[in-house]
């Protein structure tokens, strides 16, 4: 994707109810996103992580999805609505709770799955996957994150939405070729320069703190942003939620940086991000290698809350996690484990934290970083 100067707008938004058509149009105009789109197929590609209801924040509301659908289809476009949930969740599930599945249905437009759709496998940028082809074949891909914490990258938005166009257990497996922050940073932003022309619309409007990407709390944010550029969204979304842009490691060269900022002013109170593998990006990377056995991320599983389920065991992409025989709550080989926070995502239980080496919590207190 062309790296140019971009504009952000930000509009306010309360809620997902009768205001929120107005807002998804208050918002495409000032990100001067506008046109006769007749005749293009347009792919939406919300976060539809695992199966979750909306109330719940974990994946991007369907409402939004239902007026972003409407917006297109006005000018129009042929809509379709694709993703790929993470590899241990129900595809039927996730369609039926997350709402997404009814609203096209209501709307008369495809859902597709990206595993049953073929891909187009890519050397980019020193990295080889595979891309979901319905992805490639869209003229433009509308991108659709939820604003969420995340114990991997402390910040998923715009940027980190797209891996999930690398279908079922392939993105498990990149998570096992490029387990240091700094590689799998990079290669999310080679994978954004393979996709056909795009817009992102985040939702904005209850977001996710804390042990996010699925197991935090709910939080108003009150908003929605638009940009042509992912990167500069969420370089605009680090200053408005007090992040530190040089923790997420897919803003990196300079990406998204001299953007231009349009719209409302919209303030958010404290929000929580997850002591996860991104605490790591403190540390120089080779003091790190040299020092890993002391200094870490893991999951830590409480078996009191723990159900079971064994969705941590199969999401595992380093195979560091079985389970027990006796029990079935899950066991970790702590030198496997390379800190991805797969089994944390996953979770439907919220039975897993991402816990720290007691060097690594000393460097943080000794630095202040929260």
Same mark, same amino acid.
């Given at each position: ?60 509301? %369907? ?36 709402? !997404? ?12 799955? *990206?595993?049953?759709?073929?891909? /187009? ?12 082809? %319905? #992805?490639?074949?869209?003229?433009? !891909? ?16 715009? #940027? ?6 690398? %279908? ?54 009150? *908003? ?6 992912? *990167? ?19 803003? !990196? ?30 540390? %120089? ?15 830590? *599983?409480?078996?009191?809350?723990? !159900? ?49 080496? /007691? ?12």
């Amino acid at each position: 994707m062309a790296r140019v100067k971009a504009t952000v707008a930000v509009v306010r938004c309360a809620d997902y109810g009768d205001g929120l058509g107005a807002a998804v149009e208050r918002a495409f105009a000032l990100a001067a996103w506008e046109g006769d789109f007749s005749g293009k197929r347009v792919l939406l590609k919300p976060n539809l992580l695992t199966d979750r209801k909306p109330e719940q924040a974990v994946t991007t509301h %369907p409402e939004v999805v239902r007026h972003v659908i409407r917006w297109f289809r006005r000018r129009g476009a042929e809509v379709s609505v694709g993703d790929s949930p993470a590899s241990t969740a129900n595809l039927k599930n996730v369609w039926r709770l997350s709402g !997404v599945g009814a609203v096209c249905a209501e709307e008369q437009v495809p859902l597709i799955s *990206f595993e049953q759709a073929g891909v /187009r496998p890519f050397e980019q940028d020193g990295f080889s996957f595979s891309v979901a082809q %319905p #992805v490639l074949d869209a003229d433009i !891909v509308v991108n659709l994150p939820k604003v969420k914490s995340h114990s991997l990258t402390m910040l998923t938005a715009a #940027v980190k939405n797209i891996y999930g166009v690398l %279908p079922g257990y392939s993105k498990t497996m990149n998570h096992r070729l490029h387990p240091k922050l700094a590689a799998f940073g990079r290669l999310i932003a080679a994978i954004w320069n393979v996709i056909p022309p795009s817009v992102t619309l985040a939702d904005g409007i209850i977001g996710m703190e804390g042990q996010g990407p699925a197991n935090g709390r709910p939080v108003p944010l009150g *908003f929605l942003a638009v940009s042509e550029d992912p *990167f500069a969204l969420d370089r605009m979304l680090c200053g408005m939620l007090r992040i530190d842009a040089r923790r997420v490691p897919y803003l !990196v060269d300079g990406l998204g940086e001299g953007y231009t900022r349009v719209g409302d002013e919209v303030s958010v109170g404290a929000f929580e991000t997850p002591s996860g593998a991104h605490i790591l990006n403190i540390l %120089p990377q080779g003091l790190v290698d040299v020092f890993g056995r002391l200094v870490w991320v893991r999951p830590a *599983f409480s078996e009191a809350v723990c !159900v079971g389920c064994g969705k941590c065991a199969a999401a595992c992409p380093a195979h560091a996690i079985t389970l027990s025989t006796q029990t079935h709550k899950p066991v970790l080989k702590r030198n496997a484990c390379i800190s991805c926070s797969c089994c944390h995502e996953v979770c439907p239980a919220d039975a897993i934290r991402m816990t720290q080496s /007691r060097i690594l919590r000393w460097v943080k207190a000794f630095k202040g970083v929260e």
